[in-house]
């Protein structure tokens, strides 16, 4: 009777303990033997809760790798006197996380037949190992097969992980490691235990990245052609973290920690919050710091909240910030109205051969959504459902429209936001407003309406494009304003990539899908990242990101300035950050900003409280934002004059000189002291300033303007955005 009633006091305890799963993290390790650190946070965590035998049942994971924390249940009382306690950086509640190619690699300049350039000069990114965190990976996908490939390399410390349907004879020499986080995860979601992927997701962002050349790839018929990765001979290691809703900032956390600990050199990370978080209650912020900390670049996804500014995420300087694009290619289909003279050009979820369908319109409510109750018992059968979209979010209840009998689904786009992706149960067609409206009226004054559906095409050589996707989350940076987020853009529009196959009983190695989102992106930066890094393995994070930025296009291919898909105008550097990347130019900028871990330390000083990045106290030396050697310049409160220095490293021709060329942004004058560089050995670093002044005339306040800072030796053209916000003005 007394173990049951001891037994029986130590659940109440953790019942009457246990509240929210909450991060403690505590900076820096102060002892590099991993039990000794999970030995301090027991020790930690049972000051608080009592006994030590409490702690360990309350710990769902404890970082010890590449800095020292953990995560842990308790209640807000329990995380309150934590956050008070010596070597405590900071306490914050676990959020939840959210995940956010044939052609787009010709359409980026990289062609597999050339005998030369960067994919063949860096041997394919042979080596370089890229850590995906993301929902698992599907191993047996053609994209990740080993033939040809060497040993993998010995300095790898990281495991293949053994789960649910997957064994230690999943990895190779392509996929050499594969972790899965699942502490945070509620026992009833349906996924599959251990690093195999059930949504799709993180197998196509894989092999977006990193994907070997698999011949005849296509989507249901669409793009077909050669899929493949950036860099087809880097290594793949996954960090399974669940779909959206089920995993949280600890799982995410924990996965960055032991990607450090098995030794990636590219981190990739197409996930995160929905709203922006101050950098010490932000995980991927601070875990990431850690990782840059230990020479690793960091690229994540900027989010899927555009076209509204002030949504971009991931915003911390450290991290390389990616904003999604259109390409060349797109897939349409030829809706003909009812009148046989009309016409109209849809966005297809999936091949469908032409047919004669009947339409049954409905008209949207409040929200426009075509739901079970608007549905109301109508008979569907065969034929199209007319639903009007008036956010981001598909407008219907796919299993209701299912169950009524329809065969596919016509979304009028309102706004221009719906972005279809993943593998659906019904055929969509996306039409503009106008398309939509027309059928609606036809609809209107017909009891029954046929529309004629041509069999989709997939177009190539289209314009203007690249253009910023609608969906791509916007600057200006909500939580440092001066400085610019997005840094780039990338393809993330109708991007083709490996997927699971549709059972996952299935033994096909083909089978490929369409997907969209700065998700997308971001795996095009990490596949052009490993390149530079297998170019130039001496790079620090900061150079190649800095590479990546200078280098980027700002025009499109009618030469034009890069077009907003939702303004149809001009967009700017908060749309497309430092411009569209462009992986040739990248891998010789001629010059490059070199940030180190010890100025992003002494940013995060200037910033205050919400800035707490490791266990140790600010100096009177701190580091403003508009002074961080970064290789963009924003000013979000110019009033009078201001002066912000740069160093540029040359990383080109030993003996040469650059001129600077300056594109002043409307109503301000720029001066640049020297407008010359020197150099005269390759890594010689030379500063130079940078003087902004509101021109003196009478003007508008509040509103940006930009411009850019060309340096220049003939060869090499080394852009920096320039966004500056003037908050006064001078009478003339």
Not at 202 to 221: I, P
Not at 257 to 282: E, F, K, P, Q, R
Not at 574 to 580: D, E, I, L, P, T
Not at 623 to 643: F, H, Q, R
Request: include cysteine; charged fraction near 15%.
């Amino acid at each position: 009777m007394a173990p049951l009633i001891a037994f029986l006091i130590l659940l109440a305890q953790i019942q009457c303990l246990m509240g929210e799963v909450y991060i403690v993290y505590m900076g820096k390790k102060t002892v590099e033997d991993h039990e000794l650190v999970t030995k301090s946070h027991h020790e930690t965590l049972a000051s608080v809760l009592g006994s030590e035998d409490l702690a360990k049942r309350a710990i769902l994971y404890s970082y010890r790798h590449g800095f020292s924390g953990f995560a842990a249940d308790m209640n807000p009382g329990h995380a309150k006197a934590l956050s008070k306690m010596p070597g405590v950086v900071s306490v914050f509640r676990s959020k939840k996380m959210k995940l956010h190619t044939t052609h787009s690699w010709d359409f980026l300049g990289l062609d597999v037949m050339k005998p030369k350039g960067i994919l063949q000069e860096s041997g394919f990114g042979v080596d370089v190992i890229v850590g995906v965190v993301d929902s698992g990976v599907w191993p047996e996908a053609e994209s990740f097969n080993d033939k040809s490939m060497p040993a993998v390399p010995t300095r790898w410390k990281g495991i293949c992980q053994i789960g649910e349907n997957f064994t230690a004879s999943n990895c190779n020499r392509k996929l050499i490691g594969a972790r899965y986080f699942d502490q945070s995860v509620d026992p009833s979601v349906d996924d599959y235990r251990s690093p195999r992927d059930k949504n799709s997701h993180g197998t196509h962002t894989s092999s977006t990245a990193v994907g070997r050349l698999v011949y005849g790839a296509s989507d249901d018929e669409f793009g077909s052609g050669i899929a493949r990765g950036g860099a087809p001979m880097a290594r793949l290691a996954m960090y399974k973290l669940y779909e959206e809703s089920s995993s949280f900032e600890a799982d995410i956390i924990s996965a960055i920690d032991y990607a450090i600990h098995d030794g990636v050199d590219i981190l990739s990370i197409s996930a995160g919050v929905d709203n922006t978080y101050d950098y010490n209650t932000d995980g991927i912020a601070i875990a990431a710091f850690h990782a840059v900390q230990n020479g690793i670049l960091v690229v994540a996804s900027g989010g899927n909240s555009g076209p509204y500014p002030s949504t971009i995420t991931n915003t911390a300087p450290w991290i390389l910030s990616v904003g999604a694009s259109t390409i060349d290619r797109g897939f349409y289909a030829k809706i003909v109205l009812p009148d046989n003279a009309t016409s109209c050009q849809a966005t297809p979820s999936q091949h469908r051969t032409g047919s004669e369908v009947g339409l049954h319109g409905i008209a949207s409510g409040e929200d426009g959504y075509c739901t079970e109750a608007r549905l109301n018992g109508t008979t569907l059968r065969g034929k199209y459902v007319l639903c009007f979209a008036s956010s981001a979010e598909l407008p219907v209840d796919l299993d209701a429209i299912e169950k009524a009998g329809a065969t596919g689904i016509i979304i009028t786009d309102t706004f221009g936001l719906i972005s279809i992706t993943g593998n659906l149960s019904l055929p969509i067609f996306v039409v503009p407003s106008a398309c939509g409206v027309q059928l609606l009226g036809h609809r209107s004054h017909e009891k029954s309406s046929t529309i004629y559906i041509h069999p989709p095409e997939t177009v190539t050589g289209i314009g203007p494009a690249p253009a910023v996707a609608t969906f791509s989350a916007r600057g200006p940076n909500p939580i440092s304003p001066d400085i610019l987020k997005p840094d780039i853009i990338a393809p993330g529009v109708d991007i083709i990539a490996a997927i699971p196959p549709k059972s996952h009983s299935s033994s096909s190695a083909k089978s490929f899908g369409a997907m969209s989102g700065t998700s997308m992106s971001c795996p095009h930066v990490s596949g052009v990242a490993a390149l530079l890094k297998s170019l130039h393995p001496d790079w620090s994070p900061s150079a190649i990101k800095s590479a990546i930025m200078t280098t980027a296009w700002n025009m499109d291919n009618t030469r034009d300035i890069i077009t907003d898909s939702y303004t149809l105008s001009y967009s700017n550097p908060f749309g497309y950050g430092a411009g569209h990347i462009n992986p040739t130019k990248a891998a010789d900028p001629g010059l490059v900003y070199v940030t180190t871990p010890q100025d992003y330390a002494l940013f995060c000083c200037s910033l205050g409280s919400i800035c707490k990045i490791e266990h140790s106290k600010c100096s009177s030396q701190t580091l403003a934002a508009t002074e961080l050697n970064y290789p963009s310049i924003t000013i979000s409160n110019l009033v009078g004059a201001k002066t912000v220095k740069r160093v540029v490293t040359n990383v080109g021709t030993p003996y040469s000189s650059y001129r600077a060329i300056v594109e002043e942004p409307h109503s301000v004058k720029v001066t640049v002291k020297p407008d010359i560089l020197h150099f005269n050995s390759s890594g010689t670093k030379l500063l130079y300033e940078i003087t902004f002044e509101a021109a003196k005339i009478v003007r508008s306040v509040g509103h940006y303007a930009f411009g850019s800072i060309t340096w220049s030796d003939g060869v090499h053209y080394v852009r920096s955005p320039i966004s500056v916000q003037v908050n006064d003005f001078i009478r003339a």
